[in-house]
């Protein structure tokens, strides 16, 4: 890449490349720096700029060991926009003031004092009018033997690698298929999967598929995760990342990725990706019969229950409109109201969603243990195609399954019908930590900074809880790991927190 770089230019190799990546490149002779992000944002690209200096890095804490201390201070009203939503920030912050995020499918140029950022990639770049209608057309069996052969291709690109690869195996119907696929491909490949007795009843969903597809046992790991374990891991998480949790499921999964590591794996596959273009959130059918304002799926929508900086606000909203604007533009041909309002919500989901969230705190625990997490449900090639597919055979209310149909289709014939069985995942830890008779909330000293309510739901005193791990590692203020006083005497007493009690 470097020398398509230095002998086409910018423009031109992101015309070509694919992949995740984050890079910087420095034109010496034109003293000009170019950097890029992906096009879906699996890779961070986190900068500092003022008149001196531009310094950029994957990760936040290399940036803010180079800055004053003035400069390293929390943005308290990004703080509220992401107590207000899904776990999302406008996807261009960060939680610090002064620390931009490169958003996915952009490059910048830096010369002399002034930074450009261009826009090079939009999933509705994927849409074709032609390719669409002539799908249309398409029989279902046809589509599906398609979407299989795609998804074949993206793994075997997947595992281009001069080392060893393993891959997750959740029992989830994303990462079951590609164990599936890859186990023909492959059958040397390890498999690792997380056992959560104490949160799951799904002890013989992983053991049914490993049978199903004949997978020796030594090519089994098994991570079993414990409650004890999950706050102490979380803490130390966002001590690496230095940004909140987007959903409990982080620290079982960093776990996962030590495990790997340890066993000289250092490249992994993964299942994440796919929903956001498949229609797999089951929040997703909600959408497509609301009629409030923006008419957005929930998980881009806010709330104001902590009172969310009205300038933010108006700005993150306009540019998902402006987003909309360009969508329904380019399917309005399409007639049907409810096939349209399908499609806009899933290339939203996939503009805004998957870089805001799964996306970026996929990087972040597998990188906290210096493992590469890839995503074959990202390969161009196949979004292309599954962006170009009717939308019932992703999602619908006339069937007994509606999100993912096809998906879940392919799954069900290649693996059996017990594997559309609903999936509870480790992220149930993070509910266990969330219950408010742990907690002595009048100590915490993010609610006293950002001056919010404390009656929490337990989705929200999970993040508020982040934070707090955050506030008080930067501000040197009794930290969580040695203090008492954040608890309750249930909250002491109770074994979940026994490893970071003292």
Same mark, same amino acid.
């Given at each position: 890449?470097?020398?398509?770089?230095?002998?086409?230019?910018?423009k031109?190799?992101?015309?070509?490349?694919e992949?995740?990546?984050?890079?910087?490149?420095?034109?010496?002779?034109?003293?000009?720096?170019?950097?890029?992000?992906?096009?879906?944002?699996?890779?961070?690209?986190y900068?500092?700029?003022?008149?001196?200096?531009?310094i950029?890095?994957?990760?936040?804490?290399?940036?803010?060991?180079n800055?004053?201390?003035?400069?390293?201070?929390?943005?308290?009203?990004?703080?509220?926009?992401?107590?207000?939503?899904?776990?999302?920030?406008?996807?261009?912050k960060t939680?610090?003031?002064?620390?931009?995020n490169?958003?996915?499918?952009?490059y910048?140029?830096?010369?002399?004092?002034?930074?450009?950022?261009?826009?090079?990639?939009?999933?509705?770049?994927?849409?074709?009018?032609?390719?669409?209608?002539?799908?249309?057309?398409?029989?279902?069996?046809d589509?599906?033997?398609?979407?299989?052969?795609?998804?074949?291709?993206?793994?075997?690109?997947?595992?281009?690698?001069?080392?060893?690869?393993?891959?997750?195996?959740?029992?989830?119907?994303?990462?079951?298929l590609?164990?599936?696929?890859?186990?023909?491909?492959?059958?040397?490949?390890?498999?690792?999967?997380?056992?959560?007795? &104490? =949160? %799951? !009843?799904?002890?013989?969903?992983?053991?049914?598929? $490993? +049978?199903?597809? @004949?997978? *020796? #046992?030594?090519?089994? /790991?098994?991570?079993?995760?414990?409650?004890?374990?999950?706050?102490?891991?979380?803490?130390?998480?966002?001590?690496?990342?230095?940004?909140?949790?987007?959903?409990?499921?982080?620290?079982?999964?960093?776990?996962?990725?030590?495990?790997?590591?340890?066993?000289?794996?250092?490249?992994?596959?993964?299942?994440d990706?796919?929903?956001?273009?498949?229609?797999?959130?089951?929040?997703?059918?909600?959408s497509?019969?609301?009629?409030?304002?923006?008419n957005?799926?929930k998980?881009?929508?806010?709330?104001?229950?902590?009172?969310?900086?009205?300038?933010?606000?108006?700005?993150?909203?306009? &540019? =998902? %409109? !402006?987003?909309?604007?360009?969508?329904?533009?380019? $399917? +309005?041909?399409? @007639?049907? *109201? #409810?096939?349209?309002? /399908?499609?806009?919500?899933?290339?939203?989901?996939?503009?805004?969603?998957?870089?805001?969230?799964?996306?970026?705190?996929?990087?972040?625990?597998?990188?906290?243990?210096?493992?590469?997490?890839?995503?074959?449900?990202?390969?161009?090639?196949?979004?292309?195609?599954?962006?170009?597919?009717?939308?019932?055979?992703?999602?619908?209310d006339?069937?007994?399954?509606s999100?993912?149909?096809?998906?879940?289709?392919?799954?069900s014939?290649?693996?059996?019908?017990?594997?559309?069985?609903p999936?509870?995942?480790?992220?149930?830890?993070?509910?266990s930590?969330?219950?408010?008779?742990?907690?002595?909330?009048? !100590?915490?000293?993010?609610?006293?900074?950002?001056? $919010?309510?404390?009656?929490?739901?337990? #989705?929200?005193?999970?993040?508020?809880?982040?934070?707090?791990i955050?506030?008080?590692y930067l501000?040197?203020?009794?930290?969580?790991?040695?203090?008492?006083?954040?608890?309750?005497?249930?909250?002491?007493?109770?074994?979940?927190?026994?490893?970071?009690?003292s």
């Amino acid at each position: 890449m470097f020398y398509l770089l230095k002998i086409k230019g910018i423009k031109y190799t992101l015309k070509i490349i694919e992949g995740m990546f984050s890079f910087i490149f420095y034109d010496s002779k034109k003293k000009q720096i170019f950097g890029a992000r992906d096009h879906f944002g699996q890779k961070p690209f986190y900068y500092y700029k003022n008149s001196d200096n531009f310094i950029a890095s994957t990760n936040i804490k290399p940036i803010l060991r180079n800055l004053t201390v003035r400069d390293k201070s929390l943005d308290y009203d990004i703080c509220k926009f992401y107590l207000c939503s899904s776990g999302i920030i406008p996807k261009n912050k960060t939680f610090f003031k002064n620390i931009k995020n490169l958003p996915a499918g952009y490059y910048l140029t830096v010369k002399k004092n002034t930074i450009r950022k261009v826009k090079y990639f939009s999933p509705i770049n994927f849409f074709n009018k032609n390719i669409y209608n002539g799908n249309k057309q398409e029989s279902l069996e046809d589509i599906k033997y398609q979407l299989k052969d795609k998804i074949n291709k993206a793994i075997k690109k997947h595992l281009i690698c001069d080392t060893k690869v393993g891959s997750t195996l959740s029992g989830g119907i994303d990462s079951s298929l590609i164990a599936n696929y890859l186990n023909k491909l492959d059958n040397n490949i390890t498999f690792l999967t997380n056992r959560s007795p &104490e =949160i %799951e !009843n799904l002890s013989k969903l992983v053991p049914k598929i $490993i +049978k199903k597809l @004949k997978i *020796r #046992k030594n090519r089994i /790991i098994y991570i079993k995760q414990k409650k004890s374990e999950y706050f102490k891991n979380l803490i130390n998480l966002n001590h690496y990342s230095l940004s909140p949790a987007k959903w409990g499921g982080g620290p079982p999964m960093k776990e996962l990725c030590k495990v790997a590591r340890i066993n000289k794996i250092k490249v992994l596959l993964g299942g994440d990706g796919v929903d956001e273009y498949f229609c797999g959130y089951n929040t997703f059918k909600d959408s497509i019969n609301n009629e409030k304002k923006h008419n957005l799926h929930k998980i881009l929508n806010l709330n104001n229950r902590f009172k969310i900086n009205n300038i933010l606000k108006k700005k993150y909203y306009n &540019e =998902i %409109e !402006n987003s909309k604007k360009e969508i329904e533009n380019k $399917i +309005k041909f399409i @007639k049907d *109201r #409810k096939e349209k309002k /399908i499609l806009v919500n899933t290339f939203l989901d996939m503009e805004y969603f998957l870089q805001s969230c799964p996306l970026p705190y996929v990087d972040e625990y597998s990188m906290h243990e210096s493992v590469e997490m890839r995503s074959p449900y990202l390969d161009l090639e196949l979004v292309k195609f599954c962006a170009n597919i009717p939308t019932e055979y992703k999602f619908s209310d006339t069937k007994n399954i509606s999100n993912k149909y096809l998906l879940r289709k392919l799954a069900s014939e290649e693996l059996g019908n017990y594997i559309n069985r609903p999936k509870e995942g480790t992220r149930n830890y993070s509910k266990s930590i969330s219950n408010p008779i742990f907690w002595n909330l009048d !100590n915490f000293l993010i609610i006293k900074k950002l001056s $919010i309510r404390k009656d929490l739901t337990y #989705k929200e005193l999970f993040k508020v809880i982040n934070l707090e791990i955050i506030y008080r590692y930067l501000s040197g203020k009794n930290n969580i790991l040695v203090t008492n006083n954040l608890f309750t005497d249930k909250g002491r007493n109770n074994y979940i927190f026994k490893n970071v009690i003292s």
